[in-house]
């Protein structure tokens, strides 16, 4: 057990180390999530972390809001090849639409981007009704802003996914770029 700054006392993950807090109620997604903090203790800018969290936690819906065009382009796109015909089909017809189609994770991964900026990033993965297998990332750069949207890979940029510079500053890539 480790004691953080805003967060309290997290357990350490036997599988991967990993530093796990009790769930904290999150304003911007409107429930309770857990943070898993990857390679905190061996970090040598921890308050990087700190931050970053601090961050998050006073955002509003307005953060989700304003990602609400970038996700709706990925459902468009993930749509793209399906006839509304189709079983898998899910129609959704406005961006504000889009989050009765959405469920949140219930942990909040905080990692320092190991490229770039070298950064900390706060990720959640999400099922989306249109995209069962690939779900959705929403990624937020030092907790502040929304600075990817996409199918979930792990990356904390889509310049990361792709290995661009030029998309740093892209929040969506269409899938068939």
């Not at 429930?31 to 921890?46: H, M, S």
């Not at 953060?63 to 993930?78: N, S």
């Not at 750069?141 to 892209?170: C, V, W």
């Amino acid at each position: 057990m480790i004691t953080i700054p805003i967060l309290g006392l997290l357990e350490i993950d036997p599988y991967d180390g990993w530093l796990k807090s009790q769930p904290i109620e999150i304003n911007a997604l409107s429930g309770k999530f857990e943070f898993i903090l990857e390679e905190y203790e061996t970090d040598p800018q921890v308050e990087d972390f700190h931050t970053a969290v601090q961050h998050f936690l006073a955002l509003d819906h307005t953060a989700l809001e304003q990602a609400q065009d970038a996700i709706y382009q990925y459902y468009q796109d993930c749509c793209a090849y399906i006839t509304p015909a189709s079983e898998e089909y899910i129609d959704i017809p406005s961006p504000n639409q889009v989050w009765r189609h959405i469920e949140f994770g219930d942990e909040l991964m905080v990692s320092r981007r190991a490229h770039g900026d070298n950064a900390v990033y706060i990720s959640i993965t999400c099922h989306c009704d249109w995209e069962p297998e690939h779900g959705l990332q929403i990624v937020f750069k030092q907790g502040l802003t929304i600075n990817k949207i996409g199918a979930f890979d792990g990356h904390l940029s889509h310049a990361d996914s792709y290995d661009d510079p030029r998309l740093e500053e892209m929040v969506y890539v269409p899938c068939c770029r």
